[in-house]
């Protein structure tokens, strides 16, 4: 027997920390993803892993395999290869970890094991608001809100045409370690207020404010959580000044690169160059981000 899944990964437009402390927070499937096959074989007494597309360290092998043995409990032994396609970048603010989680749960136990499927996620990445949880396992755009069913979006959030992501690299810090390091700092009045800001970013997007205004100042939250590192706030500083906006999607870093940026412009050819000039890879969304 021969099984298939895929899981997209995300990308938050607004939320990232504030939805952890009951914020809101908007997510979208992201156009790239994992797609997971299981070919089943009873004369194996194992299962073989196989990674295909971008491939991660040791750490990721033993993740990967955490996934299963996990999955595993109060099952026969899982039997045959097991051959994982990613496309997402990697601790890069696209979901890659959850994706992987929902993409296996779905290859290995079904399509419709939802709570397991989180049971694993909450084992492996704890901790975690649910937002990723919610928007890959839903594949569309969301409103969260941390102990609350998600709500599905119709209405547009980001168009695709005027938004780029910006490849900035891998953090040195882990989405766990930096969630830490926010929780520390929760009771500091300003924290308290970025947070605030951040959730409020969430509703006047809904509204249809101006994006361009409102990531500038969640952008600004974001750094004052300390989670952009002041090479990234120099290079959106100068998509600004273009007429753009920019802010990182995902957890951010400290130090290191910070993952992948979110940046809007009416057009996103002009803000090229700054890109380039900083080394960093240009990603344009598709349609796909949209219904």
């Not at 500091?188 to 205004?213: F, H, M, N, V």
Request: glycine share 10%; with cysteine; hydrophobic share 40%.
């Amino acid at each position: 027997m021969r099984h298939t899944s895929f899981a997209p990964g995300k990308i938050i437009v607004s939320g990232e920390y504030a939805v952890v402390f009951g914020e809101p927070g908007l997510a979208l499937p992201a156009p790239l993803g994992i797609r997971a096959t299981f070919v089943e074989d009873a004369k194996k007494d194992h299962l073989d892993i196989k990674w295909l597309g971008i491939k991660g360290n040791a750490e990721w092998d033993l993740y990967l395999r955490r996934i299963t043995g996990l999955l595993e409990q109060g099952r026969s032994p899982f039997r045959g290869t097991l051959t994982v396609m990613n496309q997402l970048p990697l601790q890069k603010g696209l979901g890659s970890s959850t994706a992987l989680v929902i993409a296996v749960s779905r290859v290995l136990i079904g399509k419709g094991k939802e709570a397991e499927a989180l049971a694993v996620e909450n084992e492996l990445n704890t901790g975690h608001s649910g937002i990723d949880f919610a928007v890959i396992w839903q594949s569309c755009p969301i409103y969260f809100r941390k102990g609350q069913t998600p709500i599905p979006l119709k209405e547009k959030i980001l168009d695709p045409r005027h938004a780029v992501l910006i490849d900035t690299g891998k953090p040195k810090e882990t989405t766990p370690e930096l969630v830490a390091m926010v929780k520390e700092k929760a009771d500091d009045p300003r924290i308290r207020q970025a947070i605030k800001t951040i959730g409020q970013c969430t509703e006047r997007l809904r509204k249809g404010e101006d994006s361009r205004t409102v990531f500038r100042d969640h952008h600004r939250a974001q750094a004052a959580l300390g989670v952009v590192p002041k090479a990234i706030q120099t290079m959106i500083a100068d998509i600004e000044r273009l007429g753009g906006a920019a802010k990182v999607t995902g957890a951010g870093g400290k130090t290191g690169g910070g993952g992948m940026v979110l940046a809007i412009h009416k057009n996103p050819d002009l803000i090229t160059p700054v890109v380039r000039r900083n080394g960093y890879a240009l990603l344009p969304l598709s349609a796909a981000l949209n219904p």
